[in-house]
Each structure stands twice: as C-alpha cells, then as structure tokens.
C-alpha cells in the first residue's frame, strides 16, 4: 500500500543540505577534499582500529546470541502476520541489498592483493600465502559483514512490525533507550547522519561500478574510456533502477532481485563447471579450516609489533565499510521482515547471506587464485600496471567461450548496483516520509526523486572526479555510527523485556499492540519451520 502522506521536512531538507553541503566543496575541490579525507580515515582507523575490530567481533556474538536465546522466537510482526515474500525471494532481496556490485568487482582480485601483500608476516607470492589469501577474502565478506548489516535491522523490524510505530527510521528504533529525545533534535540528527551515510554508500557502489562496465563495453564495442561512455552507462543504469523502485517491493524490487540471483548462481555455477572444480573445491575446503581455527585469531589481529598496515587496509576498511553500509541495509531488511522470527532473520544474515558470499569468493577468487598460481596470465602484473577492472576482464577472457560471458558478466554487473541503487533509493524515501507504517511505501514520487537525486548527484561526481573522496567520507562516519547500532542494540532489548520478560518458551511469541487500549496482548502460536 503507497503511504498518501507527504515528507517530514525535518529530515528531508536538512539531510538534502547536508549532504551537498559536505560533497560539493570536496567534489570542487577534490584534492584538497581528498587531502582531508584520507586524513580523517588514516586517523580513524589508525586510532580506532582495535574498536572497530571489537565492534565486529561483538556484533557476532551478539547475533549468535540473540538467535540462540530466548528471544530467537519472538515473531517481527502482529500475532496474524504472515512473510510477505517467499524465503528464497526474501534472502535474494536482503542479498542484493547488501552486497551489490562490490562483491563482483572483487572476489577475482581481492585474494591476489592478499598473494602480493600476505597478512601474518608470510612470504609475498608463496603459498602459504595464497592459502590464506583464499580464507581471508571469505572472512572480509561473510559472517562478521552480515551481522553487522544485522544489527540494526531487529531493533527497527520490532519498532515498526511489532511496537506499529509510523516511522521506518533509526531515530524510531531507538526510542527504547532515548525515550521523547528521538523525536526531537537527536533523533533527526541520527537520521541526517543515516542519510549522508547512505549517500556515500552509493558514491562506493558507484565508483567500483563504472570504470567496471566501461571497460566491458569497451571490449564488446571498442568503445574508449570517455566521459560520454560513463554517461551513457549511469543513465541505463537510473532508468533500470528508477522503474524498479517506482513499482515497489513486489512488483520491481522483488523481480530484479529474483533475476539478479539466478543469473549470478547460473555464472557460478559455469565458472565451478569450465574451471579447475577440484582445485577451487578443495581451496574453499582449505579456507574453511584456516576460517574456524583462526576465526578470533584474525577478528582481533591489529600488528601492533611489526605494523605492516595489513589489518588497517583490509580488516578495518572493511568493518568500516559495512558499518557505513549497516543503517541502509538495516531499514531494508526490516521493511521486508514482517512476520519472521528473530530466530528466523539471524539465520537468514550469519548463515544463508554469508554462504552466497562465500560462494562468490570461493569460486570466482578460487578461479583467480589457481590462475596466478599456474601463471596462466601474469595476473599480478595486469592488475598493478591496468587496475581492477582489467584484472577482472583478463580472467574472464580465460573462460571458455568468453565471447558470451563478457556480456552477460556485464548484465550481472548492471542487476546488481540497479538492485543496490533502487534498495537506497527506496530506503532514503522511507527515512524522510511522514508517518510511515510497515505496511504502507513511500509516495511514488519520494522515491522516484531519490532515485534520480542519486543518478544526478554521480553524474556530478563523475564530473568533477569526487568519487572516491564521498566514499571515503562514508567511511568516516562510521566511527560515530557505531555508538548508534550499540544503542538500537539496546533498545531493543529493553523492548523485548517490557514485551516478554522471562515468560518465552519454545513457541513462536507473538505481542499484539493494535489493541485499542494499546496495551500489550502477549500470545504463542505453534512454531512454524
């Protein structure tokens, strides 16, 4: 149902001249911008580093927790509830969101930066270090990642799904420990801080995604990297999104997400198929093994000693990364979980989420691997002299019939930011509407407006060259973000001990506050697999 209601002014125009008041000096100006910057994260995760490693581990355990506990049974919605989508469609959907373009712009290159530049003080180019180049592209992308985008997804679902309040915001979520203070100056400076998050969150998708696809059109059509190439590129890629998200959850976001999923499991499966399967099998084996003894090991490992850079420049960057992520996925995930358990949602991030990415690392990175360490093309040296893009059109080329890959890898590529994009754009009009309950979407106008808001605003940005300083300064907001997904963290909780107390069992718990005395009616019906 689309909410007929108009937008909150209070977060919608600040969070406009927020942003563009930060990302217009730096796109001007980008290397001074630059400058600042780097200056910013060399600061955050040199100073911060340990905190933000402790944050991912914590976010772990907290979900395994949370799932295992008391509370995994606890149902995301009305006591008459049911999943508006399929499970398969509901995980493709928080998939995409999550992850997007990026995981396919680096599961071939990422373990021959660990080949080149091994963690633990191993020896370049050995093979101790592709080992562990193998595990350690599977740690980056899989069950820290997932519960971090988790955290704030279940204090937001039980805001809005259970407590019926009318605001998909973090703000809202957090009403459990702020109390009236999330309705006033805080709550909308959360929610501007969210937004400007979201903004160079999508500033990342994009500045991976362009010189990608343009180097493969420039392959398919000898085409030159230009200006008007990238355009041409940002323009199909607004209309693809823009007409996703003007259908909504189950008539565009769904559908592009269902398609994006099949065809990313259709090339997994021929890259496993056409290349060495027993060697990607077996260094996927292998990683899993160095994954489970090391687990702790690594998620703490900051080379305080030797102080290589390695955990700076990969680890930190990373949980950084989704933590900037973290508030868009969060509400998404929310807004598509009505009528789950918790139990249901943990197991959907830490377990299902994580395998997808597990899979892409496993075999595209394996195939990657097995390539450098064959020599079947001087992998390490095409993607020092020529960058990502190339590196990742090189290894394509290897498969047979590459002449059909490189176009529908291209497809893949042009689904999963549209899947990204219309997810953001869809969540950035959700934060600034007015009363907006779980069962209603933002004004088609909203959401249209964001959409082409995102499309003009990289347009801008590609312009001017700013890139890659908005998505460094997302990444810098991550430090005080953190202190927010702690506090939903909470929140939460205390919900749930108002709601529950000690009375849960093994049945699916449900609390019902559509009553007209808005007092909580505690009921349990027959758990549901």
Same mark, same amino acid.
């Given at each position: 149902?689309?909410?007929?209601?108009?937008?909150?002014?209070?977060?919608?125009?600040?969070?406009?001249?927020?942003?563009?008041?930060?990302?217009?000096?730096? &796109?001007?100006?980008?290397?001074?911008?630059?400058?600042?910057?780097?200056?910013?994260?060399?600061?955050?995760?040199?100073?911060?580093?340990?905190?933000?490693?402790?944050?991912?581990?914590?976010?772990?355990?907290?979900?395994?927790?949370?799932? &295992?506990?008391?509370?995994?049974?606890?149902?995301?919605?009305?006591?008459?509830?049911?999943?508006?989508?399929?499970?398969?469609?509901?995980?493709?959907?928080?998939?995409?969101?999550?992850?997007?373009?990026?995981?396919?712009?680096?599961?071939?290159?990422?373990?021959?930066?660990?080949?080149?530049?091994?963690?633990?003080?191993?020896?370049?180019?050995?093979?101790?270090?592709?080992?562990?180049?193998?595990?350690?592209?599977?740690?980056?992308?899989?069950?820290?990642?997932?519960?971090?985008?988790?955290?704030?997804?279940?204090?937001?679902?039980?805001?809005?799904?259970?407590?019926?309040?009318?605001?998909?915001?973090?703000?809202? *979520?957090?009403?459990?420990?702020?109390?009236?203070?999330?309705?006033?100056?805080?709550?909308?400076?959360?929610?501007?801080?969210?937004?400007? *998050?979201?903004?160079?969150?999508?500033?990342?998708?994009?500045?991976?995604?362009?010189?990608?696809?343009?180097?493969?059109?420039?392959?398919?059509?000898?085409?030159?990297?230009?200006f008007l190439v990238k355009l041409i590129i940002l323009t199909i890629w607004t209309a693809i999104f823009s007409l996703s998200v003007y259908r909504g959850l189950n008539k565009g976001i769904k559908i592009l997400s269902d398609?994006?999923?099949?065809?990313?499991?259709?090339?997994?499966?021929?890259?496993?198929?056409?290349?060495?399967?027993?060697?990607?099998?077996?260094?996927?084996?292998?990683?899993?093994?160095?994954?489970?003894?090391?687990?702790?090991?690594? =998620?703490?490992?900051?080379?305080?000693?030797?102080?290589?850079?390695?955990?700076?420049?990969?680890?930190?960057?990373?949980?950084?990364?989704?933590?900037?992520?973290?508030?868009?996925?969060?509400?998404?995930?929310?807004?598509?979980?009505?009528?789950?358990?918790?139990?249901?949602?943990?197991?959907?991030?830490?377990?299902?989420?994580?395998?997808?990415?597990?899979?892409?690392?496993?075999?595209?990175?394996?195939?990657?691997?097995?390539?450098?360490? @064959?020599?079947?093309?001087?992998?390490?040296?095409?993607?020092?002299?020529?960058?990502?893009?190339?590196?990742?059109? &090189?290894?394509?080329?290897?498969?047979?019939?590459?002449?059909?890959?490189?176009?529908?890898?291209?497809?893949?590529?042009?689904?999963?930011?549209? @899947?990204?994009?219309?997810?953001?754009?869809?969540?950035?009009?959700?934060? @600034? =509407?007015?009363?907006? =309950?779980?069962?209603?979407?933002?004004?088609?106008?909203?959401?249209?407006?964001?959409?082409?808001?995102?499309?003009?605003?990289?347009?801008?940005?590609?312009?001017?060259?700013?890139?890659?300083?908005?998505?460094?300064?997302?990444?810098?907001?991550?430090?005080?973000?953190?202190?927010?997904?702690?506090?939903?963290?909470?929140?939460?909780?205390?919900?749930?001990?108002?709601?529950?107390?000690?009375?849960?069992?093994?049945?699916?718990?449900?609390?019902?506050?559509?009553?007209?005395?808005?007092?909580?009616?505690?009921?349990?019906?027959?758990?549901?697999n």
């Amino acid at each position: 149902m689309e909410s007929t209601k108009g937008i909150d002014k209070g977060v919608f125009w600040p969070s406009i001249i927020f942003a563009f008041a930060l990302s217009i000096p730096l &796109a001007v100006f980008p290397e001074a911008g630059k400058g600042v910057v780097d200056w910013l994260f060399a600061f955050c995760t040199k100073q911060f580093g340990w905190l933000f490693l402790l944050f991912g581990l914590g976010s772990v355990l907290f979900l395994i927790w949370l799932g &295992a506990g008391k509370y995994g049974n606890v149902k995301l919605g009305a006591p008459d509830d049911e999943p508006e989508f399929s499970k398969l469609s509901w995980i493709g959907m928080m998939f995409c969101a999550g992850i997007g373009i990026a995981i396919v712009n680096w599961a071939f290159v990422e373990p021959i930066y660990y080949i080149s530049g091994p963690p633990l003080g191993l020896p370049k180019g050995s093979d101790a270090a592709r080992e562990w180049a193998g595990m350690y592209s599977q740690f980056h992308w899989s069950i820290t990642p997932w519960a971090i985008y988790a955290l704030p997804s279940f204090a937001i679902a039980y805001c809005v799904h259970v407590r019926k309040k009318n605001f998909l915001r973090l703000s809202a *979520a957090s009403e459990g420990v702020l109390g009236d203070a999330a309705n006033g100056w805080l709550g909308k400076l959360i929610d501007v801080i969210v937004v400007f *998050a979201l903004i160079g969150g999508v500033g990342t998708s994009l500045g991976l995604a362009v010189p990608l696809v343009t180097t493969f059109f420039g392959s398919m059509f000898g085409l030159e990297d230009s200006f008007l190439v990238k355009l041409i590129i940002l323009t199909i890629w607004t209309a693809i999104f823009s007409l996703s998200v003007y259908r909504g959850l189950n008539k565009g976001i769904k559908i592009l997400s269902d398609i994006n999923v099949g065809l990313a499991f259709i090339l997994l499966v021929y890259v496993l198929l056409v290349g060495p399967t027993v060697w990607i099998l077996s260094l996927w084996s292998n990683s899993f093994g160095l994954f489970l003894d090391n687990f702790f090991r690594i =998620s703490l490992w900051m080379d305080p000693i030797v102080k290589g850079g390695f955990p700076e420049g990969w680890t930190v960057f990373y949980w950084a990364w989704w933590i900037a992520y973290a508030p868009m996925v969060g509400l998404f995930v929310a807004r598509i979980s009505k009528g789950r358990t918790i139990r249901e949602l943990v197991v959907a991030q830490l377990v299902w989420a994580s395998l997808g990415c597990i899979l892409f690392m496993s075999i595209w990175g394996g195939y990657a691997v097995h390539i450098e360490a @064959t020599n079947a093309i001087d992998i390490k040296a095409i993607l020092s002299e020529s960058g990502i893009p190339a590196t990742v059109l &090189a290894c394509l080329k290897t498969m047979p019939m590459s002449g059909l890959v490189v176009p529908v890898f291209t497809i893949l590529c042009f689904i999963f930011l549209a @899947t990204t994009l219309d997810s953001a754009a869809y969540t950035l009009a959700s934060i @600034t =509407s007015k009363d907006l =309950s779980g069962n209603e979407e933002p004004a088609k106008w909203n959401r249209i407006f964001w959409a082409l808001l995102l499309a003009f605003f990289s347009i801008g940005l590609l312009l001017v060259g700013g890139l890659k300083v908005v998505q460094l300064s997302s990444i810098v907001v991550a430090l005080p973000l953190m202190p927010v997904l702690i506090l939903l963290c909470f929140s939460l909780l205390r919900w749930l001990k108002e709601d529950f107390g000690e009375s849960l069992d093994s049945q699916v718990q449900t609390v019902d506050y559509t009553q007209s005395d808005m007092q909580p009616a505690l009921a349990a019906e027959e758990f549901k697999n």
